[in-house]
């Protein structure tokens, strides 16, 4: 019967200790699903960059990380566009224009991204033997 808030860049708290995350940019919400959901389908670049960006313990060590690239807007000075957009390889002309509200895109699972059957489709495919 109790809720804690955790908020972090650290990535593996949030698989450790949360049960729904809710994934922030530019002050607003821009993916949210459950931890589970959130790790393995994505559905928002800013959050696909993230857990690219994180070492892992099933990579050798040759593997190096996929940052994310360029430098964030500044939030005094915003477009109506995504603010990712800058920073994104999905974004298109109309992420320039308007920026895209929380979208159920599966059940329990939103995300504010025009493009995120792409950010999808991008996601290497589960063996299904190994389900």
């Known amino acids: 019967g109790t809720a804690v808030i955790i908020i972090t860049h650290n990535l ?7 049960d729904r995350v809710n994934v922030m940019y530019a002050g ?3 993916e949210t699903a459950t931890a589970l959901d959130l790790y393995h389908e994505p559905r ?3 959050t696909l960059g993230l ?24 939030l005094i000075h915003m477009d109506n566009g995504c603010p990712f957009r800058p920073r994104c390889r999905f974004a298109v002309d109309r992420c320039k224009e ?6 159920p895109v599966a059940e329990n699972h939103a995300s504010a991204c025009w ?12 063996d299904a033997d190994a389900a």
């Open 12 to 18: 593996g708290v949030v698989a450790r200790y949360a």
């Open 28 to 30: 607003r919400i821009v």
């Open 44 to 46: 928002h670049p800013y």
């Open 51 to 74: 857990l690219k960006s994180v070492p892992r313990l099933d990579q050798t060590k040759k593997e190096k990380l996929d940052p994310i690239e360029g430098v964030p807007q500044d």
């Open 98 to 103: 308007e920026n895209p509200p929380l979208m």
């Open 115 to 126: 493009e995120w059957e792409r950010v999808a489709a991008a996601q290497p495919k589960k």
